[in-house]
């Protein structure tokens, strides 16, 4: 049986960013969440591309200031494309990689104080499960 069986709380902490920040890392954007994040600009896909991506193994990532590893759409700890943000990013904490193991989840928890969180929702196996990212995000 899964090891979240009962379920796991999270909150995010709205200005926390920790996610979106000090480890390098890809957010793989699929054809369609460029298209709307080319439209959320007012861009040209081709500005978006070359401006705010980069090719990586097989996808395409965003960009990250490679000073901090900040994301390039994170400014003052808020994201500019948090309407448009890409599935990735919608499925946090919901990560193939932080739901592997019990120890997973507690390592996870360094990084992001929302995870089991006092405040926090508490998110069936069947949410959990719906919002699991396909995502390999090693």
């Not at 193994?57 to 309407?83: P, Q, W």
């Amino acid at each position: 049986m899964v090891w979240y069986k009962d379920g796991l709380r999270f909150k995010c902490l709205n200005n926390c960013s920790n996610c979106c920040t000090g480890a390098p890392g890809f957010v793989y954007l699929t054809d369609g969440e460029i298209e709307n994040i080319s439209n959320f600009f007012k861009i040209s896909k081709k500005s978006f591309l070359t401006k705010y991506t980069r090719q990586v193994r097989n996808g395409i990532s965003l960009k990250e200031n490679y000073k901090n590893f900040d994301c390039c759409f994170l400014k003052d700890k808020k994201c500019l494309i948090y309407t448009q943000r890409p599935k990735q990013c919608k499925t946090f904490p919901w990560w193939k990689n932080n739901l592997k193991t019990t120890q997973a989840w507690q390592n996870s928890k360094k990084d992001c104080p929302g995870l089991d969180h006092v405040d926090g929702k508490l998110y069936s196996f069947q949410e959990i499960q719906k919002n699991l990212s396909d995502e390999d995000l090693l």
